[in-house]
């Protein structure tokens, strides 16, 4: 019952802002390609979703590769980081300061570099992913407790020990905050490069071709289909979280 009692709120506020949307499109006549109703997106999501799910695939594959790169390279860069304290003051200023890189800065440069392929779309996604996941999982694996610390090398652990019996296990929790960050950190930087060319057969291509051509409709069931992707994205990472790290969720009620 805990679960329903979370989402229940949620659910609410959803169901509530479907209601106003609509009331407000209705009450002030608004036209359909400057802001269509709930039900008639819902009603061209029908007719268009053939189409809609294969550019969502096609997406989502990108995306879900850059996700992969930029995550597990942050994860190895951290760990190499972790053991190099030197290294890490290097490359730490970089990854703060690539957060406030615009991506609509860099995507028609990744076209230049990698083609208008999915290559490109990959690169901006790896970009994003990764310093989240590398600042996440390195201040995890520096913020180790100093008492267990000195207890493992009092014992003459080694170093690989104390990465994997420590640190590692005291990193999961930061590990996974950055992992559901970057699920949707991976989706917009997929979609948004996607503006700047790509297949027909490709979200950002379909939404910004019907938007030129007033199609809102269309344009709003394809962005309702992303949404629906990353927030599965996020929630299939949240129950991989849930399963290799059980006592983060214990911590979490506890703390509610």
């Given at each position: ?10 659910l ?10 609509e ?11 400057l ?28 995306a ?7 995550c ?42 990698f083609?208008?392929g ?32 000195e207890l493992?090398?009092?014992?003459a ?10 640190r ?10 950055a ?16 503006f700047f060319?790509?297949p ?5 291509v ?11 409709r269309?344009?709003w069931?394809?962005i ?13 990472v949240?129950l ?16 509610a």
């Amino acid at each position: 019952m805990r679960p329903a009692r979370e989402y229940l709120p949620v659910l609410g506020v959803f169901a509530l802002g479907l209601l106003l949307w609509e009331g407000v499109v209705f009450a002030f006549s608004i036209e359909f390609y400057l802001l269509p109703a709930p039900h008639v997106i819902a009603a061209t999501l029908r007719q268009t979703y053939p189409v809609l799910l294969e550019s969502a695939l096609y997406t989502f594959g990108e995306a879900l590769a850059g996700y992969a790169l930029g995550c597990g390279g942050g994860v190895l860069v951290a760990a190499l980081a972790s053991r190099f304290p030197a290294f890490a003051g290097v490359v730490l200023p970089y990854a703060i300061a690539s957060a406030s890189v615009p991506i609509v800065a860099l995507a028609p440069l990744a076209i230049v570099w990698f083609g208008i392929g999915p290559g490109s779309k990959i690169a901006i996604a790896t970009l994003m992913t990764f310093f989240p996941t590398f600042v996440g999982t390195l201040r995890g694996l520096l913020g180790v407790d100093a008492r267990s610390l000195e207890l493992m090398r009092s014992i003459a652990a080694t170093e690989w020990q104390v990465f994997w019996k420590l640190r590692l296990p005291h990193s999961l929790p930061h590990m996974f905050t950055a992992f559901r960050a970057c699920t949707t950190l991976a989706m917009i930087g997929a979609v948004v490069s996607e503006f700047f060319g790509g297949p027909m057969k490709s979200l950002g291509v379909y939404i910004k071709s019907t938007a030129s051509l007033f199609q809102t409709r269309q344009s709003w069931s394809a962005i309702l289909v992303a949404c629906v992707l990353g927030l599965t994205f996020y929630l299939a990472v949240t129950l991989v979280e849930r399963l290799v790290v059980p006592w983060r969720v214990g911590e979490d009620r506890a703390g509610a």
